[in-house]
């Protein structure tokens, strides 16, 4: 939030009337808006190049370069009074030189105390540190993979952590079969050779090279299965409400893979499900109609977050997950207690149809159907209201507080957490997902006829477009 108050000086929000005409600052011409202005710093100040020539601040400020020939050379010579240790105030006995001493140390302050005596040493560049980031791909598309079941694919969740045993890609698919795909970390951070465009389920050949080169596996419980035999194992159980379509927002996992989290049931609940047997570990009720959609905070592995659902009742509720015991807590956080709602936040007028959540922030975003979006804290307060005319298909917070609103399905919008749009934009093409990169800097979109694309969050602007495929998006 604070970056959120660094822009705020920068605009007059309050009306009040002064003898002079003051208005919003007036900023230099390359910058267009407040936002800009404060990312432009930003970029400049948190770059690779300015990370890489910290270490010479810290020598001028607290290090070798503080004191004696260096500083000199350095040209970073001071008052001898602002120096620690450079008079000692004792040995004054005139008390008005004293007195005019201890004035002059107070009214110009002093150098920090020198903490090093020698050189620091400079940080990594990231083209160092992480070069894989920078080196040309040779394809758009490294694999492709083909489960048994021609279900589609409506929700993944990348579990790929280094600490984790077997990081996993958890998907879901229409007919509420989900898989635990395993993901090959080594492909992720260099150590295996990249293969050409493979198919995940090809046969013949060398299995064991094949299965060293490519990045995902197919869950080996559905590879060799039956598609007209669901595996228990692989099911959801019950089916969702008739009046929903199966979307990526009815799911949630967590970040172990260890349990997902699925709403939409015709009685009112949502579920936590083991992934391992597909045993439903808790059943929670806390809305008063179909729960529509459900939405998880940032968090790291076994951490504690909140998770967020949405209703038809109009309502939305904010639940604590217990990372480590694998539940939604109570009032007391204590296994076997009934869950409870941390907050219930209310405003809407229609059916909720999107959720954001940020434990970070301590914020929680709501859009519904007749496209209000509400801005809330985690407890429970209403802080923004903006009014659409669209429904609310899709919510993102990026870690800057950047909004970003997707209208139907062709409408984008960007918002500051004070109720300003920042931009606009509108595509042809029908956006069927999308999702926010981890930095916050950019979002990926898939179409319903099978585009992929990259935008820059703020200024909003598509920067590529992969190649088309032959099946639609839907996460």
Request: aromatic content about 10%; charged content about 15%; proline content about 4%.
């Amino acid at each position: 939030m604070f970056i959120v108050a660094f822009i705020l000086f920068l605009r007059l929000i309050n009306s009040v009337v002064y003898v002079l005409q003051i208005g919003d600052v007036v900023l230099p011409k390359w910058a267009s808006s407040p936002e800009e202005f404060v990312l432009l710093h930003r970029q400049a100040l948190e770059s690779d190049l300015v990370s890489c020539q910290l270490n010479q601040w810290i020598d001028l400020i607290f290090g070798y370069k503080q004191k004696g020939p260096e500083a000199v050379r350095a040209t970073n010579v001071f008052y001898y009074l602002t120096y620690e240790g450079a008079v000692c105030l004792k040995s004054i006995e005139n008390a008005a030189q004293l007195e005019a001493v201890q004035q002059q140390i107070q009214s110009f302050g002093q150098t920090p105390v020198q903490l090093l005596a020698e050189a620091h040493p400079p940080r990594h560049s990231v083209m160092t540190m992480a070069p894989l980031m920078f080196r040309r791909c040779e394809d758009d598309l490294c694999m492709l993979m083909k489960f048994i079941s021609n279900s589609p694919v409506v929700y993944l969740a990348a579990n790929t952590f280094q600490q984790l045993p077997q990081p996993t890609v958890v998907s879901v698919a229409q007919n509420l079969v989900f898989a635990l795909n395993r993901w090959d970390n080594s492909y992720t951070y260099g150590a295996a050779p990249r293969s050409a465009l493979s198919l995940g389920n090809e046969k013949g050949g060398d299995s064991d090279t094949a299965s060293t080169e490519l990045p995902l596996t197919v869950d080996p419980l559905l590879a060799s299965g039956n598609p007209s035999v669901p595996v228990a194992r692989r099911h959801l159980g019950d089916s969702l409400d008739h009046r929903l379509t199966v979307r990526w927002n009815n799911f949630v996992s967590t970040t172990d893979s260890r349990c997902l989290i699925a709403c939409g049931y015709p009685d009112y609940s949502f579920r936590v499900i083991d992934t391992d047997s597909a045993r439903v570990r808790q059943v929670i009720y806390g809305h008063g109609d179909v729960v529509t959609c459900i939405a998880r905070s940032e968090t790291s592995l076994f951490a504690d977050c909140y998770i967020a659902t949405g209703s038809n009742d109009c309502t939305v509720a904010l639940w604590h997950w217990n990372g480590q015991q694998g539940f939604v807590a109570g009032e007391y956080n204590t296994p076997g207690e009934t869950p409870s709602p941390r907050a219930i936040l209310t405003g809407h007028e229609a059916a909720i149809s999107a959720l954001a959540v940020s434990a970070e922030h301590g914020l929680v975003l709501s859009g519904c159907e007749d496209g209000t979006i509400l801005m809330h804290t985690t407890a429970g307060e209403q802080l923004r209201r903006w009014n659409g005319r669209q429904r609310v298909s899709q919510l993102m917070m990026s870690r800057e507080c950047v909004v970003m609103a997707i209208y139907g399905h062709h409408r984008f919008i960007t918002l500051s957490t004070t109720a300003n749009q920042l931009d606009e934009a509108v595509t042809d093409e029908k956006i069927e997902c999308a999702c926010l990169t981890r930095d916050g800097e950019y979002v990926i979109t898939g179409s319903e006829n099978g585009r992929c694309a990259v935008w820059r969050l703020f200024p909003l602007q598509k920067l590529y477009s992969f190649q088309v495929t032959d099946v639609a998006f839907l996460y």
